[in-house]
């Protein structure tokens, strides 16, 4: 049974970083895909950054790219979300997301992931 906890999340200022991680257990190898989603109230879902599984391919949310980074570690099963240069509108909770995958496309739809984790809140003040 695969299973993913988050950790990182925090309130910080605008300007400020943050790094999130998630790790996932339940996987026999490495052929699966991570993403970050987010949620902020009152709005629905979206799209941060995906990583493929041999960490080679990413994808990117328009809106964070040039700020975030996604990475993982395969000997720890852990994906990261390094979160620069936040702003408000950054905030939400944030979720780990992970889909079986040979492929190197990445997807960004979120009905294409089938385990989640359970969020991380993120706040970003002004």
């Known amino acids: 049974q695969v299973q993913l906890g988050e950790s990182g999340g925090g309130l910080v200022q605008a300007g400020g970083s943050l790094k999130l991680s998630c790790a996932a257990s339940g996987y026999t190898d490495s052929y699966y895909h991570m993403a970050w989603f987010r949620q902020a109230p009152g709005k629905e879902r979206e799209f941060v950054a995906a990583?493929?599984?041999?960490?080679?391919?990413?994808s990117y949310a328009d809106s964070v790219k040039g700020r975030f980074t996604i990475s993982r570690d395969n000997a720890k099963n852990t994906v990261y979300l390094q979160m620069n240069s936040l702003k408000p509108e950054d905030t939400g909770v944030y979720y780990c997301?992970?889909?079986?995958?040979?492929?190197?496309?990445?997807?960004?739809?979120?009905?294409?992931?089938?385990?989640w984790g359970q969020g991380t809140q993120v706040t970003v003040s002004s």
């Open positions: 997301a992970t889909r079986q995958s040979y492929s190197r496309q990445i997807e960004v739809a979120s009905y294409k992931y089938t385990h």
């Open positions: 990583i493929s599984g041999s960490g080679v391919y990413t």
